[in-house]
């Protein structure tokens, strides 16, 4: 008989295979400024080798003032997305005041992490304006890390996207052009990375009085990058 130890051992195993193999696709970006946080995305949805869709949606509005990114399996990061969205909801009822996006992180970590050994399979980005910390951006791993970041991306096209980010990221950037710094680190992950991709890019501003969301054509990522994408 298997003794419990080696049992979640196997299923660490398991579940480690498991999360490599969803989190190879996607390319998602986060950056913070001065008044404001911008959240991109690729919208590519594969399955294996196989495209099951070209437009999907990436990024999901928690609130007015609050959005995640998902890289991952979109099941398990809807269920997420839902369940912060309704603790948001009745935080706000009962104290009269919008929640604050560290406890955001904070309630989706504990989840992440207290379900480590049979996960959620999913990386997020959870960006906004905090009604009391201003603009705030925070990384959350499949295992539950948390961690406040000036600029993060998730997904397999990530390490193309954050050098593209680096180079020209300042945070005194406005809104036309962090959205367009955003759109050119997705872009040029896509034009290196096979599982990134889809028809356009998604983008979403997240400001005190401002959510706005994006989605630019071929064409029009084709203006802001001055070139072809591939």
Request: net charge neutral; aromatic share 8%; charged share 25%.
């Amino acid at each position: 008989m298997e003794t419990l130890d080696l049992i979640l051992r196997k299923n660490s195993e398991r579940v480690k295979e498991l999360i490599d193999k969803a989190l190879k696709g996607t390319t998602t970006v986060g950056m913070v400024f001065r008044d404001h946080v911008v959240l991109a995305a690729d919208k590519k949805a594969t399955a294996g080798i196989y495209v099951a869709h070209k437009i999907v949606k990436k990024i999901i509005k928690i609130d007015d003032r609050a959005a995640i990114t998902i890289a991952g399996l979109v099941a398990d990061a809807q269920v997420l997305a839902d369940y912060i969205r309704a603790e948001a909801w009745y935080y706000q009822l009962l104290n009269g005041r919008p929640m604050p996006l560290r406890s955001m992180a904070s309630i989706l970590g504990l989840i992440l992490n207290e379900s480590k050994y049979f996960p959620f399979i999913v990386q997020l980005i959870l960006g906004g304006y905090d009604y009391y910390e201003g603009p705030k951006l925070f990384n959350i791993e499949p295992y539950g890390d948390v961690t406040e970041e000036k600029i993060t991306a998730t997904g397999s096209g990530s390490p193309i996207a954050i050098g593209v980010i680096e180079a020209d990221y300042r945070p005194d950037l406005g809104v036309e052009e962090s959205v367009k710094l955003a759109v050119k680190a997705v872009a040029s992950a896509i034009a290196r990375d096979v599982f990134s991709g889809g028809i356009g890019i998604d983008a979403v501003v997240i400001g005190k009085d401002l959510y706005r969301e994006y989605t630019f054509t071929v064409d029009e990522i084709k203006k802001i990058l001055g070139r072809i994408t591939a």
